[in-house]
């Protein structure tokens, strides 16, 4: 099992920053990507952005593309998500995943989710 425990949510104004971090523990040695997703009201859970954990490779929503960036401390089992220049589209409930290998096939962890609000 792995727990994946998300902090950094709030409220901001339209162009204002805050940054997301996601914190995960317990059966963590096949720790293959994290990344987030997040969930607006009355519309489906969304990719927002991916981490490889070896190698760092990084991918993003075109929505976000530019204006987020996703980092991982693999010390610490954490992924960060910067957000910059927000707007309200972006108001949503953020879930931490994680994906992990377990024999004989990979399995999502998800967080409880945290909050971001941007007001107009």
């Known amino acids: 099992q792995v727990q994946l425990v998300e902090s950094g949510g709030g409220l901001v104004q339209t162009g204002g920053s805050l940054t997301l971090s996601c914190a995960a523990s317990g059966r963590t040695y096949g720790l293959r990507g994290m990344g987030w997703f997040r969930q607006a009201p009355g519309k489906e859970r969304e990719f927002v952005a991916r981490?490889?954990?070896?190698?760092?490779?990084?991918n993003y929503a075109d929505s976000v593309k530019a204006r987020f960036t996703i980092s991982r401390d693999n010390a610490k089992n954490t992924v960060l998500l910067r957000m910059n220049s927000l707007e309200p589209e972006d108001t949503a409930v953020y879930y931490c995943?994680?994906?992990?290998?377990?024999?004989?096939?990979?399995?999502?962890?998800w967080g409880q989710g945290t909050q971001v609000t941007v007001s107009s």
């Open positions: 981490i490889t954990w070896s190698a760092g490779s990084t």
């Open positions: 995943n994680a994906n992990v290998w377990e024999f004989p096939s990979a399995r999502d962890y």
